[in-house]
């Protein structure tokens, strides 16, 4: 095996970069939960606007 240098040695760099699965997760969940909260908005307006409400 062959050994490493100073110089050779700063240049290594480690850790993961930013997609890791648990970042792509997230983003997923935070999609479907602002999905859902269109969904309500626009079913609310929906209703109002047709005189489809409850009293």
Known sequence: ?????KEELME????????TGSFIS???RAGNVLLEIGR?????VRRIFSGNICN
């Open 1 to 5: 095996m062959e050994e490493l240098n």
């Open 12 to 19: 290594i760099k480690g850790g993961t970069s930013l997609l």
């Open 26 to 28: 997230s983003l997923v």
């Open 40 to 44: 309500s908005l626009g079913t609310s």
